[in-house]
Nanobody, 122 residues
Framework: QVQLVESGGGVVQAGGSLRLSCEAS????????MGWFRQAPGKEREFVAA????????YYADSWKGRFTISRDNAKNTVYLQMNSLKPEDTAVYYC???????????????WGQGIQVSVSS
């Protein structure tokens, strides 16, 4: 079992930045690729970014490439999502997820956090 807890969400003005954190507990963190997803009101959950076990390879959905950066610190069992130049349309609940071995752009991850709200005001 892996437990994931997100933090760092909140309300920010358009153009601002937030850094989300997701701390993992349980089985070996390095065994998992980590992903960030988001779900806006009335919409399906969608892929934002993912990172492989080593942190050497990161993957982004086109919508957020260049504004968001995913990283991980295996010594702290934590994955981060740095979000810059935020827009009102970035408002959503953000979820981190863990997947054995390789990353995926689909929601076929093995473990999920409870989600954290990010609200961007205009």
């Amino acid at each position: 079992q892996v437990q994931l807890v997100e933090s760092g969400g909140g309300v920010v003005q358009a153009g601002g930045s937030l850094r989300l954190s997701c701390e993992a507990s349980g089985r070996a963190f390095v065994m998992y690729a980590m992903g960030w997803f988001r779900q806006a009101p009335g919409k399906e959950r969608e892929f934002v970014a993912a990172i492989d076990w080593s942190g050497d390879n990161a993957y982004y959905a086109d919508s957020w490439k260049g504004r968001f950066t995913i990283s991980r610190d295996n010594a702290k069992n934590t994955v981060y999502l740095q979000m810059n130049s935020l827009k009102p349309e970035d408002t959503a609940v953000y979820y981190c997820a863990a997947r054995r071995a390789y990353y995926s752009r689909e929601t076929d991850y093995d473990y999920w956090g409870q989600g954290i709200q990010v609200s961007v005001s205009s």
